[in-house]
Nanobody
Framework: QVQLVESGGGLVQAGGSLRLSCAAS????????MGWYRQAPGNQRELVAH???????NYADSVLGRFTISRDKALHTVQLQMNNLKPGDTAVYSC?????????WGKGTLVTVSS
């Protein structure tokens, strides 16, 4: 089992920045991909960004150039630096990890961007 705890959400004005962090604990050995999804009210959950153990990164088109994902393999943490935030980025952001073919999810942290 892997436990995930997110931090860093909050309220920010459009154009501002937030940094989300997620720490994994438990069976962290052999974690492969770490990343973030988000879900806005009334919308489907969408992938924001993820980074593999090898360092391969994918971003949603909507956040390219504004968000940066990073990972500390030794500490089993993943961060999401979010710059130039827009009201459309308002959502619950959830951390996830993949390990041995299974996905684990955090409870999520709310990001609210005011116009």
């Amino acid at each position: 089992q892997v436990q995930l705890v997110e931090s860093g959400g909050g309220l920010v004005q459009a154009g501002g920045s937030l940094r989300l962090s997620c720490a994994a604990s438990g069976s962290t050995f052999l974690i492969d991909t770490m990343g973030w999804y988000r879900q806005a009210p009334g919308n489907q959950r969408e992938l924001v960004a993820h980074i593999s153990r090898a360092g391969n990164i994918n971003y949603a088109d909507s956040v390219l150039g504004r968000f940066t994902i990073s990972r500390d393999k030794a500490l089993h943490t993943v961060q999401l630096q979010m710059n130039n935030l827009k009201p459309g980025d308002t959502a619950v952001y959830s951390c996830y990890v993949s390990r041995l073919g299974r996905d684990y999810w955090g409870k999520g942290t709310l990001v609210t961007v005011s116009s």
